[in-house]
């Protein structure tokens, strides 16, 4: 995959974290997805999994890099996610050393890009508005889920 490749709405990888985001939605979920790729090809995908097994840490990311298993290194990896990555999953992007995460959008939830960039990490972000009217039609009709969620 070439740096333009990842730059669009329409990477695969990209489409791998949204389909995950619409498939945490489906099941009553958080809908926010994430995929950990190589060169181009999708190693896991996972979504939010707060709701469907009550575990507060399951966010997209870390669900994605759960299912992705042991990887002897992610200095190759992109981590893509339809939502900007919180602390604690910028926290451990810094931590496995990803170096770089594509980003499907961050109005609705604005993350922790200055910390990614102050450790070297690239941040692409998409701005899909897919994932916004996702994101935001979500929030509306579920604040307190939400609020659960990024701990406010
Ligand atoms: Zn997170």
């Given at each position: 995959m070439t740096q333009s490749d990842a730059q669009?709405?329409?990477?695969s990888a990209f489409e791998a974290a949204y389909q995950a985001a619409r498939k945490s939605l489906g099941e009553g979920g958080i809908p926010i997805g994430a995929a950990l790729a190589r060169g181009g090809v999708v190693i896991a995908s996972g979504h939010n999994e707060r709701v469907q097994n009550g575990d507060p840490i399951a966010h997209g990311e870390m669900s994605a890099l759960r299912a992705a298993g042991r990887q002897k290194s992610y200095r190759d990896t992109t981590l893509y996610t339809t939502l900007a990555p919180c602390a604690m999953c910028t926290g451990t992007i810094i931590q496995f050393k990803i170096p770089r995460v594509v980003v499907?959008?961050?109005?609705?939830f604005g993350g922790e890009f200055e910390l990614l960039r102050s450790r070297g990490v690239e941040v692409v972000v998409l701005d899909d508005q897919r994932c916004v009217d996702m994101m935001r039609t979500f929030q509306e009709e579920n604040p307190e889920l939400w609020a659960e969620d990024i701990a406010e």
């Open positions: 669009t709405s329409h990477d499907g959008e961050a109005r609705t």
